[in-house]
């Protein structure tokens, strides 16, 4: 298991780092048979200390948590509860799927970029339709059932899941929609 813990624009001391790698191992050997790796990110907001956390486990899930509190220690001590609880929501039906499945999920590569949001005045009419690339970076996509990709998007608390469909090998889409209920979209292949 890999542990990427670090500080953004603050200094994180041994200790912490000691005590996030040895909460974070013992957690995750309650649910998580083959976690890869974990990063756990601190900074600070005002007064207040934030620590963001990913692990990525075997069976292509990822799960996700951030939190707020005024010392360093109780930001990763919240953190670690709402991982936790995610885990612990999911450990049956993580169990079931790492049962089926043999190899760790495929991924692969695709460009992700952000766009510039556009200024929300009916007045001021757009130089141009075409959109203005803000940041490009690399991005893998999982190759999961649809069960496995609503369950990562769960757990993830992401609105949307571009995902590699194993039954069709086709890019598919799962969201959240308005009325609480998932979306799956599934192109028709083009002949």
């Known amino acids: ?28 050997g309650k649910y998580a048979g083959r976690p890869t790796d974990a990063t756990v990110v601190f900074s600070k907001s005002g007064h207040e200390h934030v ?10 899930l990822t799960a996700q948590a951030r939190a707020h509190e005024p010392e360093i220690y109780a930001a990763f001590d919240s953190c670690s509860e709402k991982m936790d609880k995610q885990l612990r929501r999911y450990k049956r039906r993580l169990k079931d799927h790492h049962k089926e499945r043999s190899q760790p999920v ?3 590569q695709a460009s ?23 940041a490009e970076m690399e991005t893998k996509i999982p190759s999961l059932s649809v069960g496995e990709a609503v369950m990562q998007m769960e757990i993830a608390g992401a609105p949307v899941l571009v995902f590699r469909n194993e039954g069709n090998k086709g890019i ?6 308005d009325d609480g209920n998932i979306g799956w979209i599934d192109p028709a292949e083009s002949t």
């Not at 992700?112 to 803000?134: C, H, K, N």
Request: proline share 3%; charged share 20%; glycine share 6%.
């Open 1 to 28: 298991m890999r542990y990427q813990i670090s500080g953004k624009q603050i200094d994180i001391g041994e200790a912490l780092q000691t005590h996030v790698q040895s909460h974070l191992t013992e957690m995750l």
């Open 51 to 60: 620590c963001e956390a990913t692990i990525h486990l075997s069976t292509g």
């Open 106 to 108: 495929e991924l692969s």
């Open 112 to 134: 992700a970029y952000i766009l510039a949001g556009t200024a929300e005045s009916e007045e001021t009419e757009p130089d141009s339709l075409q959109p203005m690339i803000v």
């Open 172 to 177: 598919n889409v799962v969201y959240k929609r």
